[in-house]
């Protein structure tokens, strides 16, 4: 029983943090780019429509990602999630380019640049494929690249859960190096233990 409580109040969790984050990414909406959000918004000039593309659009794929793995919903409105997954995806598309650059014209050094890149590519080619093989009917291998995509997805609240604690053990440079590759690869690792672990005795049997 303690177990079920756990597991609810993890999905929980996940749905504040994912929500939490995207509405406060758009407090830009009311404050302004330069109010609140002042260290990249050098981006709203270099690069305006990557820059509002990822920082309007990214926020909504972090709120549709938790709709797509409500077990009822996929279930009772099929029509629904492959809407929700649409307008997931364009987000993507849209936000990962911006991303992508972004991440090539950030100040914030080679390091970053690369850790941010790698991320935004992978962003777009795991979301991407996954909704190729949804397309094709492939659903087991479309779920498990769309595990892939969320994982990375999430890489906006690991990113800002982290990052207080970094900057105050490491300084702030060495804190923001770090974190552009820190927000995403446990994630990835995270999820890839959870595709490989062994199914449990009574799935494995019933299979
Ligand atoms: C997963 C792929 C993502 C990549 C590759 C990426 C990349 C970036 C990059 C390169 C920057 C500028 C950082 C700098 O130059 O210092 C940035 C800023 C930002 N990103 Fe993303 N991002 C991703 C996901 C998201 C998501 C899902 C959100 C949703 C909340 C988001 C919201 C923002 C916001 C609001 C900013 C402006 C700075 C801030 O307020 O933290 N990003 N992103």
Not at 98 to 122: D, I, K, N, R, S
Request: aromatic share 14%; proline share 3%; glycine share 8%.
């Amino acid at each position: 029983m303690i177990m079920v409580y756990v597991s609810r109040f993890r999905v929980f969790l996940v749905w504040v943090l994912c929500f939490g984050v995207a509405l406060a990414s758009w407090r830009f909406m009311v404050l302004g780019v330069e109010a609140s959000m002042e260290f990249v918004a050098y981006h709203a000039i270099e690069r305006r429509l990557a820059f509002f593309a990822h920082i309007t659009l990214a926020p909504v794929a972090l709120m549709l990602m938790p709709f797509q793995f409500w077990t009822g919903l996929r279930a009772r409105r099929p029509q629904v999630h492959r809407w929700i997954g649409r307008a997931y995806g364009v987000s993507i598309l849209l936000a990962g380019v911006g991303g992508l650059l972004m991440a090539a014209g950030t100040t914030a050094g080679p390091v970053a640049a690369w850790g941010f890149g790698a991320l935004a590519a992978l962003w777009l080619g795991s979301t991407g494929y996954g909704i190729w093989l949804a397309l094709q009917g492939r659903i087991a291998e479309h779920q498990r690249w769309m595990i892939r995509s969320a994982a990375l997805t999430f890489a906006a609240v690991t990113l800002r859960l982290y990052l207080p604690l970094l900057f105050a053990t490491l300084g702030e440079e060495t804190g923001y190096t770090l974190v552009s590759w820190l927000c995403w690869v446990p994630n990835v690792a995270v999820a890839e233990w959870y595709l490989r672990r062994p199914l449990r005795r009574s799935v494995a049997l019933a299979a």
